[in-house]
């Protein structure tokens, strides 16, 4: 599988080789000082590809089909999703204990309010430049498993 990051703004786009975005990767910049100048800083590590450790990954958890405002089912099919809802979190309970990834956050995607996103820690294998390709091949190892085990 080819992943493919776009810069936008501070954050990185991800997309997986149907150019669909997969999620986002905001990078650690570590500790910005001063605070005031944090903008032209991170622009001017972006300009000069420096090194990170890692950073934030988002991607979606899970899409209930649910709460939609024209949802019109019957008793059978909410089964059917929460049966499937349920089935996909235990995929990904099983993937963040495995990864070591108890630290995550889960929230209400911004685009869709039927899916929930979740929110990890990346630590790269070795300082990695700022730069798309670089970027990539660090998070592949992440993304590729998370494609394998059907979360992706």
Do not use: C
Request: proline share 3%; charged share 30%.
């Amino acid at each position: 599988m080819l992943w493919k990051l776009e810069s936008d703004e501070d954050f990185f786009r991800i997309y997986d080789s149907k150019k669909m975005v997969a999620g986002y990767f905001d990078p650690d910049y570590g500790n910005i000082f001063p605070k005031a100048n944090s903008e032209e800083i991170i622009s001017s590590m972006l300009k000069n590809h420096d090194k990170i450790l890692g950073g934030i990954v988002m991607v979606p958890l899970v899409k209930f089909g649910l709460f939609d405002s024209d949802l019109d089912t019957d008793i059978s099919k909410v089964e059917e999703n929460v049966t499937r809802v349920n089935e996909h979190l235990q995929k990904w309970k099983n993937f963040l204990s495995q990864t070591n990834k108890e630290k995550h956050s889960i929230r209400i995607s911004h685009t869709d309010q039927d899916m929930l996103t979740i929110t990890f820690e990346v630590k790269f294998s070795k300082p990695t430049p700022l730069e798309k390709k670089h970027l990539a091949e660090e998070l592949s190892t992440t993304l590729d498993l998370l494609q394998k085990l059907d979360l992706l």
